[in-house]
């Protein structure tokens, strides 16, 4: 199993910006899907943004579209999420997963249980 560690969470303004990193343990990073997911108080954990195994396919949810973009450096075993604009919304624990689904692979995928490796998270709050 491959082992995620989450940084780069903390506190800022509404309309600042944060650039999450989440590093991988294992090689076979490189192979599979990533995802970042989040989970507020009281709520769901839900998807934020994927990708497929090289970075060339991206998905967001609708309402961090055209505010965060998610990245994987597979030289460094790294995936970030650059998160612009932020609002009061976006509070919640950040996390970083993996995927070792065939399916997933290229294009990733976005329900929770399609990942099988999960970082501690990094909690973001925003202000306003």
């Known amino acids: 199993q491959v082992q995620l560690e989450e940084s780069g969470g903390g506190v800022v303004q509404a309309g600042g910006s944060l650039r999450l990193a989440c590093v991988a343990s294992q090689r076979t990073f490189n192979t599979g899907a990533m995802g970042w997911f989040r989970q507020a108080p009281g709520k769901e954990r839900e998807f934020v943004a994927v990708?497929?195994?090289?970075?060339?396919?991206?998905n967001y949810r609708a309402s961090v579209l055209d505010r965060f973009i998610i990245s994987r450096d597979n030289a460094k075993n790294t995936m970030y999420l650059q998160m612009n604009n932020l609002k009061p919304e976006d509070t919640a624990v950040y996390y970083c997963?993996?995927?070792?689904?065939?399916?997933?692979?290229?294009?990733?995928?976005?329900?929770?249980?399609?990942?099988?490796?999960w970082g501690q998270g990094t909690q973001v709050t925003v202000s306003s």
């Open positions: 990708s497929g195994w090289s970075g060339s396919n991206v």
């Open positions: 997963a993996a995927s070792s689904l065939d399916y997933c692979a290229d294009y990733g995928c976005s329900y929770a249980y399609e990942y099988t490796s």
